[in-house]
T-cell receptor, first 114, second 115 residues
């Protein structure tokens, strides 16, 4: 079975500081990994994805994520957090080519204080 | 950016009643999904739908659940006889394709409360 884990329920950082949201995955094949963000009263929005190639992927709003196969991780990062980055972040994985579903992590609430 | 819209945003119903959750996917998308999130738990896959039929469903999607695309724009989830444990936020999503790298576009959800 495929799964992702987000070990932190909450992450709190000061504005301007680096932000990291952790994600590890467990799959039997090669993973396709995604990050989604949910702002209050909004649906989940796509941030970025890793398919193949360069382990560092860049996405929306200045976010990036690093795929680490040996550590089975796909941590989300932003060098300088903004108050507007405060939201709920979900890591997700899909494996089989005919597998329609995404498996989501439990989510991490990020709070950026001014 | 185009959006997936869901109605209603909140639905309160009595146990045993039928509910229909409605979604309008992005107009040129062909693949449609329902996910749900019980409070404090993970976002869970329910069902995917393509070419007017279910392409995949999870073990959660039992005989009490059904999906339909009644016209060219709406995509509905029906729960025939609601249970207390059906209380959750239900998200509709759509995509233009089913490649493993395809991103999903999600609606803002319907909060279903079963009393």
């Amino acid at each position: 079975a495929q799964s992702v884990a987000q070990p932190e329920d909450q992450v709190n950082v000061a504005e301007g500081n680096p932000l990291t949201v952790k994600c590890t995955y467990s799959v039997s094949g090669n993973p396709y990994l995604f990050w989604y963000v949910q702002y209050p009263n909004r649906g989940l929005q796509f941030l970025l994805k890793y398919i193949t190639g360069d382990n560092l992927v860049k996405g929306s709003y200045g976010f990036e994520a690093e795929f680490n196969k040996s550590q089975t991780s796909f941590h989300l990062k932003k060098p300088s957090a903004l108050v507007s980055d405060s939201a709920l972040y979900f890591c997700a994985v899909r494996v089989r080519s005919n597998d329609y579903k995404l498996s989501f992590g439990a989510g991490t609430t990020v709070t950026v204080r001014a | 950016e185009p959006e997936v819209t869901q109605t209603p945003s909140h639905q309160v119903t009595q146990m045993g009643q039928e509910v229909i959750l409605r979604c309008v996917p992005i107009s040129n998308h062909l693949y449609f999904y329902w996910y749900r999130q019980i409070l404090g738990q993970k976002v869970e896959f329910l069902v995917s739908f393509y070419n007017n039929e279910i392409s995949e469903k999870s073990e959660i999607f039992d005989d009490q659940f059904s999906v339909e695309r009644p016209d060219g724009s709406n995509f509905t989830l029906k729960i025939r006889s609601t249970k207390l444990e059906d209380s959750a936020m239900y998200f509709c999503a759509s995509s233009g394709g089913t490649g493993r790298d395809e991103k999903l576009f999600f609606g803002s959800g319907t909060q279903l409360s079963v009393l």
